[in-house]
Every structure is written in structure tokens, then in C-alpha cells.
């Protein structure tokens, strides 16, 4: 069974930094593209970030450019999202994303991912 699992989320001050970290397991996703996207209340889930199979290659929301980095270990299976000066803003559930199709992506839409995660809450206090 394919798992994602996210963890890293929490309460942070505006101004700081957390990493989130997403951990696959059941297949390996070493030639596939990942991503993060993320769901504040009352809203549609929207892309964050992405990052093709090599890690060569990565998209960004407009929103996050500049202040998140997305990177992946293909060796372990993982891939993560180090968030720097966050704003209350950026509170929202995160949920990793990855695609089954290799050596595609990076992408920025939800359907062309295949697996997700439950996601891991990030609350920024202002």
C-alpha cells in the first residue's frame, strides 16, 4: 500500500521558519515528480510547490517564491518543504503530492498528481 506521509507541521510566530518533511513508502518515487499544495479554511487547496524526478527542475506559487524551497533525497524516498519568514497567510493544512508517471513534472495541478498524504497543519500567528 502507498503511503505519504507528511509531519513537521506546527505553530509558528510570523517571521519564522518550519521544515515539513514527506516520507513515501509502499513504492519508490525516486523518477517521479512530487509536490506540496495546501488548503487554508474556507478555501480551495492551491498548488505551493513542485519538483521534477532528478530535482533539477522546480515550480513555485507566486505566494511562496523567494520564501519556501522545495528539495528532494530520492535515495530515501522523500522530499521537503524548508518555509522561511511565514506570514499568517501561509496557515493552512500542507499535503504532499506525488505522480506515478515517470520522468514527468514538475506540475503545478492537482490531477496531475496520483498520491497523497493526510496533510500536516501549519498555523502562523501574526
Known amino acids: 500500500q502507498v503511503q505519504l506521509v507528511e509531519s513537521g507541521g506546527g505553530l509558528v510566530q510570523a517571521g519564522g521558519s518550519l521544515s515539513l518533511s514527506c516520507a513515501a513508502s509502499?513504492?519508490?518515487?525516486?523518477?517521479?515528480?512530487m509536490g506540496w499544495f495546501r488548503q487554508a479554511p474556507g478555501k480551495e487547496r492551491e498548488f505551493v510547490a513542485a519538483?521534477?524526478?532528478?530535482?533539477?527542475?522546480?515550480y513555485y506559487a507566486d505566494s511562496v517564491k523567494g520564501r519556501f524551497t522545495i528539495s528532494r533525497d530520492r535515495a530515501k524516498n522523500t522530499v521537503s518543504l524548508q518555509m522561511n519568514s511565514l506570514k499568517p497567510e501561509d496557515t493552512a493544512v500542507y499535503y504532499c503530492?506525488?505522480?506515478?508517471?515517470?520522468?514527468?513534472?514538475?506540475?503545478?495541478?492537482?490531477?496531475?498528481?496520483?498520491?497523497w498524504g493526510q496533510g500536516t497543519q501549519v498555523t502562523v500567528s501574526s
Open positions: 503530492a506525488a505522480d506515478s508517471t515517470d520522468y514527468y513534472g514538475p506540475h503545478r495541478t492537482e490531477y496531475e498528481y496520483d498520491y
Open positions: 509502499g513504492r519508490s518515487f525516486r523518477r517521479s515528480a
Open positions: 519538483i521534477n524526478w532528478s530535482g533539477g527542475s522546480t
